[in-house]
């Protein structure tokens, strides 16, 4: 099947009691057993649920994969995959991760003994001066948060021997527009209460893979520590996936519309957009991308946080607001809400300046948010 069409009807089956051809919620906690030993497939809900297998089977057909496993957030997913590392371990990971990432590493798991390098994976490189024998993990987020940085999956796939595991965060590109399984990626991680989700009302995470023994491991992982998203909240991914593919494309037209316009204006100085020509690795993103995605980040000239933040009051249309993905465009500043959790030279180092601004295209009309962004950059 097609991509358009796995969003529809991969791992998803009319349901087997009533004919409902959406999945049904079911709202429990436990299951009845016919004797002991002998039930219908579920036992309780943190280890499995009718309502989150369907999400999770459906999850890995979209992304190329065998094994689907979700999560109460993108960070719990994260969360899970470090849980397979040993004290003492290495994790090689992008200078300019998202926050969140970047704060579970370094204030909980560097406590526990695992080892976090930075650095610039633009250049594949550094990523090979960095891998030492005690290197266990390598993990990507491409295009990157907020500065929207191009990583080579398959150019550092090759890097690696077969006991360094390679995870890509792929929150912002979506299965539609990328899929690192194929890649060489060993893991796949999705902050769903994104784009698949797709209408701000969720938070949930998701992993996929492909190897079955890692695929054990994080189920056990999984039901060891708990951090499962309850029914509604799968069937709400599960609607929102549906209807990926037409929002991803109008994400996309919506984007390069407004790039055009931010080029044209005198206000702006750098945009970090992978569409674009100049931008840093564009050919690779030409590669292992469908298409750029519906996310943009840019500087202003005058690069103070009092200027970003008149920007962001001026907004009518863009909501300020964290998050991304929905149908809704949002604006925000990193330097002091999705990546506040940075010391500032480290996020300064990476290019979050103070004013910074990202930008989650919507699925409104364009002129409409062209044009509210020009009053807001007056």
Known sequence: MKIETKLLHAGIEPDSATGAIMTPIYQTSTYVQEEVGKNKGYEYSRSQNPTRHALEKNLAAIENAKFGMCFGSGLAAIDAVIKMLNFGDEVISTNDLYGGSYRIFTTIFEKYGIVFKFVDMTNIENVKSAISDKTKLIWIETPTNPMMSIIDISGISELRNKNILLGVDNTFASPYLQNPIDLGADIVMHSATKYLGGHSDVVIGALVTNDEMIA????????????????????????????????????????????????????????????????LNHNIAKRQMKNFGGMISFNLKEDTADAAHKVLKNTNLFSLAESLGGVESLIGHPATMTHASIPREVRIKSGITDSLIRLSIGIEDVDDLIEDLSNALI
Do not use: W
């Not at 998203?229 to 599960?238: I, K």
């Not at 209807?243 to 316009?261: E, G, Q, S």
């Not at 702006?268 to 674009?276: E, N, R, S, T």
């Open 216 to 279: 054990k491991e994080l189920y056990r992982i999984q039901n060891s520590s708990g951090a499962v998203p309850g029914p509604q909240d799968c069937f709400l991914v599960l609607r929102g996936i549906k209807t990926l593919h037409v929002r991803m494309d109008r994400h996309c037209y919506n984007a390069k519309k407004i790039v055009n316009f931010l080029q044209s204006n005198n206000k702006v100085d750098k945009i970090y957009y992978p569409g674009l020509e100049s931008h």
